[in-house]
């Protein structure tokens, strides 16, 4: 990179808090498909999505779905608890 450019390469790239609901909604939908799998790894992606956005309700529903299915029964719990409680709708 040219001297000087560093700064205007900054000021022009998207700022993180604007791609977080992009990685969030990729994360999400990796999860989803290692739900479908079976896989243990759709924990970690909803853990993702949820750092990134915690409001998403779906992600605390869906993972304390992977919680049950490990017999987690605490954790699931409270990330329905979670769920319930940022969304009524739930």
């Given at each position: 990179m040219v001297k000087g450019q560093d700064k205007k390469a900054i000021s022009i790239s998207p700022k993180p808090s604007l791609?977080?609901?992009?990685?969030?909604?990729?994360?999400?939908a990796r999860g989803n498909a290692y739900n479908h799998w079976g896989s243990m790894r759709s924990?970690?992606?909803y853990s993702s999505v949820i750092a990134l956005?915690?409001?998403?309700?779906d992600a605390y529903s869906d993972r304390g779905d992977t919680h049950l299915k490990r017999g987690a029964y605490n954790e699931a719990l409270a990330d329905f608890t979670q769920a319930l409680e940022r969304d009524a709708r739930v």
């Open positions: 791609l977080a609901p992009i990685f969030a909604d990729a994360f999400y924990h970690r992606r956005n915690p409001g998403n309700t």
